[in-house]
């Protein structure tokens, strides 16, 4: 499994455009990337998926470059409740075990 | 999706006691996940649980300290035996969706909080 290095925190103000940026140096062809949200004393909840190139839903955008060595989530226009630590994963299908690395806290002030 | 539900949510418990943990799905799935969340620290996977084999656990983790039920396609048990103030953590169950438009994407239950004192 692809290992994940991400910013252990970050700052933000209500109505910025946040990007975290995620590293996998060793994704495979097959590995997906993957992201999660987790709230206080809440199981993490997913936020976003792609394999390449752009995707985007209600709640964010996820840019992957062509080599996907990396890949950016987009939080568009923060509010206090975006206060939260956000995991990238990266694997494939099948059933994997999902591993979570350290995330990122993200700190939206007001 | 999935819906997943944890009991008990929260628990204090004693030194060398031991508590089950119950995580119930809205659906049947193959897989389930069990987790634990120390204070301030990111998930590790303790186990899969697979209906009708025995849990396979990730490296720290044994079936002595954590045995695991799988009776069926909707229901899972974990059991935090013999427990210690480092057993306090919140252990959160999870299921793999579907396999379709988010390949692997997982559902969590709202995890059990356990302090052990």
């Known amino acids: 499994l692809a290992k994940t290095t991400q910013p252990i925190s970050m700052d933000s103000y209500e109505g910025q455009e946040v990007n975290i940026t995620c590293s996998h140096n060793n994704i495979a062809t097959n590995d997906y990337i993957t992201w999660y949200q987790q709230f206080p004393s809440q199981g993490p909840r997913f936020i976003i998926q792609?394999?390449?190139t752009k995707v985007t839903n209600e709640v964010a955008s996820l840019f992957i470059p062509a080599d996907r060595k990396s890949s950016t989530l987009s939080l568009p226009r923060v509010s206090l409740s975006d206060t939260a630590v956000y995991y990238c994963?990266?694997?494939?299908?099948?059933?994997?075990?999902?591993?979570f690395g350290a995330g990122t806290r993200l700190f939206v002030k007001a | 999706s999935a819906v997943i539900s944890q009991k008990p949510s929260r628990d204090i418990c004693q030194r060398g006691t031991s508590l089950t943990i119950q995580c119930q799905v809205d659906s049947q799935v193959t897989m389930m996940f069990w987790y634990r969340q120390q204070p301030g620290q990111s998930l590790t996977l303790i186990a899969t649980a697979n209906q009708g084999s025995e849990a396979t656990y990730e490296s720290g983790f044994v079936i002595d300290k954590f045995p695991i039920s799988r009776p069926n396609l909707t229901f899972s048990t974990l059991t935090v035996s013999n427990m210690s103030p480092e057993d306090s953590s919140i252990y959160l169950c999870?299921?793999?969706?579907?396999?379709?438009?988010?390949?692997?994407?997982?559902?969590f239950g709202e995890g059990s909080r356990l302090t052990v004192l």
């Open positions: 792609g394999y390449k």
């Open positions: 994963l990266v694997g494939n299908t099948g059933g994997f075990k999902t591993i």
């Open positions: 999870s299921v793999e969706g579907e396999t379709g438009a988010n390949t692997g994407e997982l559902f």
